[in-house]
Nanobody
Framework: EVQPVESGGGLVQAGGSLQLSCAAS????????MGWFRQAPGKEREIVATLKWNGEMPTYADSVKGRFTVFKDNVKSVIYLNMSALKPEDTAVYYC????????????????WGQGTQVTVSP
């Protein structure tokens, strides 16, 4: 089973930008899209963005639309999450999951979880 590896987190001031990476080579499940999720302290894990493994059909949570962009480097098998206009409420541990499914309006990761990468946005 593919074990994703996230990187790129850090501390940034509000309004700043960060780019997260998710390395997940060897994915065999091309049916379910990959997903970027985040979990803030005391809150449940929530979806941020999804992307099909062919690099098409990105989707975004309403809270990040217009600020975050998800895209894929097909050569490196790396999924990126470009985050701009960051807000303190974006502070969370960000995870990627190589296989995600949607039930109703909620997304769930059904593949392996990586260790996550911490994003902290200061006011």
């Amino acid at each position: 089973e593919v074990q994703p590896v996230e990187s790129g987190g850090g501390l940034v001031q509000a309004g700043g930008s960060l780019q997260l990476s998710c390395a997940a080579s060897g994915v065999s499940d091309s049916y379910h899209p990959m997903g970027w999720f985040r979990q803030a302290p005391g809150k449940e894990r929530e979806i941020v963005a999804t992307l099909k493994w062919n690099g098409e059909m990105p989707t975004y949570a309403d809270s990040v639309k217009g600020r975050f962009t998800v895209f894929k480097d097909n050569v490196k098998s790396v999924i990126y999450l470009n985050m701009s206009a960051l807000k303190p409420e974006d502070t969370a541990v960000y995870y990627c999951n190589p296989s995600s499914v949607r039930f109703g309006t909620s997304w769930y990761g059904i593949g392996s979880w990586g260790q996550g990468t911490q994003v902290t946005v200061s006011p």
